[in-house]
């Protein structure tokens, strides 16, 4: 069991506090705003402490992370002795959509090995209403191109296919996700369910904490550091999770509209078409992409933007699109017929660069899947089905051992 551990004095270690300003304005470039726990906002998160029990079950001993609509904490579930993360959602239903489509996928999807489901959920009562919280496994890293360079081709391409995978099985269930981005995407972790805290924090950091400054709190609540799951931590088991935009087509009930980040956002979706399944794959392809190259496909940094580098990359796109771009000012001339894709930058030109030293069998494999998902007309982009069964993500696949 995990021993309670204590500094001298016997005050229970939950890690430190910042102890000078410049540590504090560190903090606060990693940390969630401090103001959405200010109660007269919209989407109000709820404060929480390390060392705080919730629940009367799940003491909080470390921080995940956060997201625009939750806060996530590392937590030991003292009753099931393991360790957990508990998503705690902002004020009001927003938690209710993805607690919807979560049930959803638990009873209708047949295979939820490779998908972040639920394992249980209460609610905590706030100073103006209910937050929800759901009790997920404690997963591993996301993707973090800075970092992928320590991961060896052959991990990354693993996780590539049991990505595919998991979305296969949301597709077959009529599932959309709608969200597929590097945040969402999580390799595993080796349990340290039996380790002390002591050995967690010497594994992931020791927390380092402030309390919420600036608004007047009805509870005490701190801003912390998150984890840093260290290579030797991480498994090669890959898994897809945040639901809370993800929609069964044609169920009504499931309301909440969002985009994914931009970079991973189809064009279709930019030029205001409804999401499909096809949305999805184009964002499967842009992680699949950082996957491989360590770099994103389309860059934003050019003049022109995202879309400018999509043109770049796959010629002039639809020309009934012209105005329906949703963040304009748009340029005329990515609608201008005929444009072809700049030698210097089409998808063969971006694996190049990334990879100088590949050879051509390889780069025109991958080069083929990213031709056969990257393509404007949704239609016309292989599904999660066929992509699994095309010969050159087969070959890539087999290349490095998945
Ligand atoms: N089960 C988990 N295990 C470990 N870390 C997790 C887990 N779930 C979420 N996280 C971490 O918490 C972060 C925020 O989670 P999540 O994306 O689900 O929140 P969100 O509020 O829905 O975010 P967004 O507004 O970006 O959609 C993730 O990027 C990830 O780093």
Same mark, same amino acid.
């Given at each position: 069991m995990a021993s309670h551990t204590a500094l001298a004095g016997g005050t229970p270690d939950f890690g430190d506090f910042v102890r000078t300003e410049d540590e504090e304005l560190d903090l606060e470039e990693v940390v969630?705003?401090? @103001?959405?726990?200010?109660?007269?906002?919209?989407r109000v998160f709820y404060p929480i402490y390390l060392g705080e029990v919730l629940n009367e079950r799940y003491l909080v001993e470390h921080r995940l992370g956060f997201g625009g609509g939750s806060t996530v904490w590392m937590a030991h579930d003292?009753?099931?002795k393991k360790d957990v993360a508990l998503k705690v959602m902002a004020l009001?239903?927003?938690?209710d959509n993805e607690k919807h489509i979560q049930d959803e996928i638990i009873r209708n999807?047949?295979?939820?090995?490779h998908l972040v489901t639920y394992l249980a959920t209460f609610l905590l009562p706030g100073k103006k209403g209910h937050h929800r919280v759901l009790v997920f496994p404690l997963m591993g890293p996301c993707i973090y191109p800075v970092t992928l360079?320590?991961?060896p081709m052959a991990s990354r391409m693993l996780a590539a296919r049991q990505l595919l995978e998991a979305v296969e099985s949301l597709h077959e269930a009529g599932?959309? @996700? $709608?969200d597929l981005n590097e945040r969402n995407c999580m390799w595993g972790m080796v349990p340290?369910?039996?380790?002390?805290r002591d050995a967690k924090y010497e594994a992931l950091g020791r927390p380092l904490k402030h309390v919420i400054p600036n608004v007047e709190l009805w509870k005490q609540g701190e801003l912390v550091r998150a984890v840093e799951v260290p290579e030797k931590l991480r498994t090669d088991e890959f898994f897809l999770g945040d639901f809370g935009i993800a929609k069964k087509l044609n169920?009504?009930?499931?309301?909440q509209e969002g985009l994914p980040p931009t970079k991973f956002c189809s064009p279709e979706r930019l030029h205001g078409k409804d999401p499909s399944f096809a949305c999805d794959m184009w964002s499967y392809m842009v992680i699949f992409s950082i996957l491989y190259?360590?770099?994103?496909?389309?860059?934003?940094?050019?003049?022109?933007?995202l879309i400018g580098s999509m043109v770049d990359a796959?010629?002039?796109?639809?020309?009934?699109?012209?105005?329906?771009?949703?963040?304009?000012?748009? $340029?005329?001339s990515w609608y201008e017929e005929g444009q072809m894709p700049n030698p210097d930058w089409d998808l063969d030109a971006t694996i190049k660069r990334f @990879?100088?030293?590949?050879?051509p069998i390889e780069r025109q494999h991958v080069n083929s899947i990213m031709s056969k998902v990257f393509i404007y007309c949704p239609e016309k982009r292989l599904t999660a089905t066929q992509l699994l069964r095309d010969p050159s993500f087969r070959a890539i696949m087999d290349r490095y051992g998945c």
């Open positions: 969630e705003p401090w @103001h959405k726990y200010d109660l007269n906002e919209t003292l009753q099931e009001g239903d927003w938690g999807v047949q295979d939820t090995s360079g320590k991961i599932i959309v @996700h $709608r340290l369910d039996n380790a002390n169920d009504d009930a499931t309301t190259l360590r770099f994103p496909p389309f860059p934003t940094c050019f003049d022109g933007g796959l010629g002039s796109l639809p020309k009934e699109w012209k105005d329906l771009y949703i963040w304009p000012p748009g $340029r005329d @990879h100088p030293d590949v050879d």
